[in-house]
C-alpha cells in the first residue's frame, strides 16, 4: 500500500455498496416478519400448516444468517468510508505542510524537494512528515487486513448475530509501533480515525496512557480509566503475599515476600492518593500512571493543558520523593504557574497560557522502605542515608532518557508553535535534568533549565546541555546542606562554580513592587513564604518559566 491507494480509493462505491446492504437488510427483516406473520394464523392448523410452519423456520434460519452476514459487511462498508474519508484528509494535509516548506511526498511516503525556488525546510520537519505519511500507509494496510478478515468471516459463514454489537469484531485498531518514539506516537495517533481512537482508550488505556507524543488529554483519560484495574491487580498481589507469608514458618526471612508485600501495600496507598488529587484537580492532567515498572509507583501530574500552553515547566523532583508528595509538589506547581501568569500579565502578554508539571517519572534514592537506609532525617535532611544516595547516579542515569522524552513528547504534541518549555531540577532531581538535557540529541525541546539546591548537574556550561548561551540558571541558598554532598566531582563540578547564570536566593524587592523573602535550607526554593507570595526563588523561577529572565533577581 502507498499514498496513491489512499487517495484513489473510491469512498463513493463504499458508500453505494452500505446503501444497497441497507436496502436488503431492510428486505429481509420484511420477509423475516411476513413469514412469522403468516406463521401465526389462528385459523391454519392442518398437518399442512404444521409442515408450512417447518418450511418457513428452515427459510428463517437461512435469512438470518444471510442478515448477520449482510449486518456485518454493512457495518465494515460504514466504518471504511469513515475511515478512508480520515486518512484522505490527512494525505491532503500533509502535502499542504509539504508544499509549504518547498517539499513533495512520494507515494511510498519519502520526502523529495518540490519543482520551483528552495524554501527553507528544516530537517526536523522533514522527519516530522516521514513519520506521519509512513504512519498513515501503516493504518491503511491495517484497514485493508482487517477488512479481508471480516470479509472472510463473513463468506464462510463464521458470523454470530449480534456481532456488530460487541467490540472487537470489526475495524480494529492497531497497536502503537514498539519503542516508538515521541513523534511516531504522535502520528500513530493522527493516523487513527475518531472511532478506532475511542477503543484504544476504553479497551487498550495502556497503550496510549504513558506514550510521550501522546495527546495530554488522551493520556489523562487512558490513566485514570486504569485505576480500577490497577487497584485490582495490586489487591490480588497482596492477597497472594499475605498467603504465601503464612504458609512459609520462616516469614520473610529466606524469602523477599516481605519485601514485595510492602510496595504493593504502598501501590495501593499511591492510587488512592492519585486519585484523591485528580478529583481536587478536575481540570488536570495525569500524563503518566505506571506501578509495573519499578518497585515505586511514577507519575507526572500537569496543572493546565500543556498541549495548548504557550509556557510549559517541568519540576524534576530529588531523593525520597514519592506519589505521596505529589500533592505538595502538585500545591507549589499551582502557586508556580498563578505567578507566571501574573508576571505574564504585568508584561502586557494577557493572552498567553501556562502549564506546570511535575514529573515523577524516575525512582529517586529513597531512605525509607525495604532495602533502603531506614535512618531519621536530622536538621536539614541531612542524615547518613540522604548524603549516600545523593552520590548515587545509577538512579539519574536510569531516568534521564525518560525525562529527555517526556520533553520530546511535550514539544511534539504541543499544538502551539514553538511553545517555550522550562526545565526545572531540585536535588538529585537537577542531576537527572541535566543528564536528560544532554540525552536530547540535535533537536532540544527544552529552551530554559533552572537547577536549585544541586549537588550537580554534570556540565559545566550551557554548550553541555545543548541549551542556548544564557538560558542555564543555577540557584543555592548559602546554608543548603547540599554542598556538603557536592565537591566531589562524583556527579559534575560544584554548580555555584559553573558559568551558567547564578540567580538570588535572597530577600529582595522584585520589579513588580513585592517584597520577597529568602530561601533557606534544602526545600524553600518553590514554596510560599509565610505572607502566602513566592520567595525571590520561586519568583526567579516563574519569570524564567513567563519567557522574562530579564526581570530575574540576580
Known amino acids: 500500500m502507498n499514498l496513491r491507494d489512499i487517495v484513489q480509493w473510491d469512498t463513493r462505491a463504499l458508500q453505494a455498496v452500505h446503501r444497497s446492504l441497507s436496502v436488503r ?22 398437518d399442512a400448516a404444521d409442515a408450512a410452519r417447518r418450511r418457513f423456520r428452515v427459510v428463517a434460519d437461512d435469512l438470518s444468517g444471510e442478515a448477520t452476514a449482510i449486518a456485518v459487511v454493512e457495518r465494515l462498508a460504514r466504518d471504511l468510508v469513515d475511515a478512508v474519508t480520515h ?20 507515494d511510498n511516503g519519502d520526502i523529495i524537494d518540490a519543482p520551483g525556488p528552495p524554501v527553507d525546510a528544516a530537517a526536523t520537519r522533514r522527519d516530522e512528515l516521514r513519520a506521519a505519511a509512513r504512519a498513515l ?42 519503542d516508538g518514539s515521541p513523534l511516531d506516537n504522535r502520528e500513530y495517533w493522527d493516523a487513527l480515525p475518531a472511532a478506532q481512537r475511542r477503543e484504544v482508550i476504553e479497551q487498550h488505556p495502556e497503550w496510549v496512557g504513558n506514550r510521550d507524543g501522546i495527546p495530554s488529554a488522551v493520556r489523562h483519560e487512558a490513566n485514570v480509566s486504569r485505576f480500577d484495574d ?124 501556562v502549564s506546570t508539571i511535575a514529573w515523577l517519572g524516575y525512582q529517586p534514592p529513597t531512605t525509607t522502605g525495604p532495602g533502603n537506609y531506614d535512618v531519621p532525617f536530622i536538621d536539614q535532611n541531612l542524615g547518613r542515608g540522604w548524603l549516600v544516595d545523593s552520590w548515587q547516579s545509577d538512579r539519574a542515569t ?103 547564570e547564578q540567580l538570588s536566593v535572597c530577600e529582595a524587592a522584585t520589579p513588580d513592587g513585592v517584597q520577597r523573602e529568602d530561601a533557606n535550607g534544602h526545600s524553600e526554593y518553590p514554596r510560599p513564604s509565610g505572607n502566602g507570595e513566592l520567595r525571590t526563588s520561586g519568583y526567579n523561577m516563574a519569570v524564567i518559566v513567563a519567557g522574562l529572565p530579564e526581570l530575574a533577581i540576580r
Open 87 to 106: 486518512l484522505k484528509a490527512e494525505v491532503d494535509g500533509l502535502r499542504e505542510a509539504a508544499a509549504a516548506h518547498g517539499m513533495a511526498l512520494s
Open 137 to 178: 500507509i501503516l493504518q491503511m494496510e491495517d484497514l485493508v487486513a482487517d477488512a479481508a478478515a471480516v470479509l472472510a468471516r463473513a463468506a464462510d459463514g463464521a458470523a454470530e448475530p449480534g456481532e456488530t454489537d460487541r467490540p472487537g469484531t470489526g475495524l480494529s485498531a492497531p497497536a502503537p509501533p514498539p
Open 398 to 500: 536510569a531516568g534521564a532518557p525518560k525525562l529527555a522524552s517526556f520533553y520530546e513528547g511535550l514539544d511534539i504534541a504541543s499544538r502551539t508553535p514553538d511553545s517555550h518549555i522550562t526545565a526545572l531540577g531540585h536535588s538529585y532531581g537537577s542531576y537527572t535534568q541535566g543528564l536528560a538535557l544532554q540525552d536530547a540529541g540535535p533537536r532540544q525541546p527544552v529552551d530554559d533549565a533552572v537547577f536549585y539546591g544541586s549537588p550537580g548537574f554534570d556540565a559545566n556550561d550551557e554548550s553541555d546541555l545543548g541549551l542556548a548561551p544564557r538560558h542555564g540558571f543555577v540557584m543555592r541558598a548559602h546554608d543548603d546542606p547540599i554542598t556538603v554532598a557536592d565537591g566531589f566531582g562524583r556527579l559534575g563540578p560544584d554548580p555555584v562554580q559553573t558559568h551558567l
Open 230 to 353: 490497577e487497584r485490582s491487580r495490586w489487591e490480588a498481589e497482596r492477597v497472594r503475599l499475605r498467603e504465601r507469608l503464612d504458609r512459609n514458618k520462616f516469614g520473610g526471612v529466606f524469602t523477599e515476600d516481605d519485601a514485595r508485600l510492602w510496595y504493593a501495600e504502598q501501590k495501593l496507598r499511591d492510587l488512592d492518593d492519585l486519585e484523591k488529587l485528580v478529583r481536587d484537580h478536575p481540570d488536570s492532567r495525569l500524563m503518566l500512571l505506571d506501578l509495573q515498572s519499578g518497585e515505586r509507583t511514577m507519575a507526572a501530574f500537569a496543572l493546565g493543558d500543556p498541549d495548548t500552553a504557550d509556557h510549559i515547566s517541568v519540576t524534576t523532583p530529588g531523593i525520597d520523593t514519592t506519589v505521596a508528595s505529589l500533592r505538595g509538589m502538585t500545591d507549589e506547581a499551582a502557586a508556580l504557574k498563578a505567578e507566571t501568569e501574573r508576571q505574564l500579565d504585568l508584561a502586557g502578554r494577557t493572552g498567553d497560557t
Open 25 to 46: 437488510a431492510a428486505t429481509i427483516r420484511f420477509v423475516q416478519d411476513g413469514l412469522a406473520d403468516i406463521g401465526r394464523l389462528p385459523a391454519w392448523q392442518d
